[in-house]
T-cell receptor
Framework: AQTVTQSQPEMSVQEAETVTLSCTYD???????LFWYKQPPSRQMILVIR??????QNATENRFSVNFQKAAKSFSLKISDSQLGDTAMYFC????????????????FGKGTKLSVKP | GAVVSQHPSRVICKSGTSVKIECRSL??????MFWYRQFPKQSLMLMAT?????????EQGVEKDKFLINHASLTLSTLTVTSAHPEDSSFYIC???????????FGPGTRLTVL
């Protein structure tokens, strides 16, 4: 069974600084996706970034980037130029991909990291 | 794009009544939708996978007769909590799978309070 571990329950960062959230996972699969979702106080889950395991290039979305280390099963999220609106719970998630291109679709979530951006 | 709505956002009901929650994908079709439950300060717990035109698949420990799921169209799934009790009070979140990117997009959630 797949597991996702987020070892940092809480983190804080000063506005405009950079912060890295860690995520490790355990799987015997070779084809899968990894995601970071954020959940602000509104509780709306928002997709931050998506990585396909077969792609070596790290995904980036504006101020958000990942460091995907497949051999180490590590998928950290870096937030640059942190903004007050980045304050949220951040969840790392794993999803197995079936060989023919579809997927079972089940997301396996970590327990989350609560990030506070301080002015 | 990839917007999912959920209605109602908040509901308070009496013990023993049934409550229906709707989940709609607004700008894409979703063969597969998911229902989660989230307890305070915890991660999301998958309750069931909703497949359009077929029966839902429930996770272990989730009572299918209590949490009725219907996915009658490619843009709508409903979760009905039957004979609700105070222990069913929780935050329920749905998601819809966008097939071209194999990515789940989430609704804003429903806060259910059973008195």
């Amino acid at each position: 069974a797949q597991t996702v571990t987020q070892s940092q329950p809480e983190m804080s960062v000063q506005e405009a600084e950079t912060v890295t959230l860690s995520c490790t996972y355990d799987t015997s699969e070779n084809n899968y996706y990894l995601f970071w979702y954020k959940q602000p106080p509104s509780r709306q889950m928002i997709l931050v970034i998506r990585q396909e395991a077969y792609k070596q290039q790290n995904a980036t979305e504006n101020r958000f980037s990942v460091n995907f280390q497949k051999a180490a099963k590590s998928f950290s999220l870096k937030i640059s130029d942190s903004q007050l609106g980045d304050t949220a719970m951040y969840f790392c998630a794993f999803m197995k991909r079936q060989n023919y291109g579809g997927s079972q679709g089940n997301l396996i979530f970590g327990k989350g990291t609560k990030l506070s951006v301080k002015p | 794009g990839a917007v999912v709505s959920q209605h109602p956002s908040r509901v308070i009901c009496k013990s023993g009544t049934s409550v229906k929650i709707e989940c709609r994908s607004l700008d894409f079709q979703a063969t597969t939708m998911f229902w989660y439950r989230q307890f305070p300060k915890q991660s999301l717990m998958l309750m069931a996978t909703s497949n359009e035109g077929s029966k839902a698949t429930y996770e272990q420990g989730v009572e299918k007769d209590k949490f009725l799921i219907n996915h009658a169209s490619l843009t709508l799934s409903t979760l009905t909590v039957t004979s609700a009790h105070p222990e069913d009070s929780s935050f329920y979140i749905c998601s819809a799978r966008e097939e071209s990117t194999d990515t789940q997009y989430f609704g804003p959630g429903t806060r259910l309070t059973v008195l």
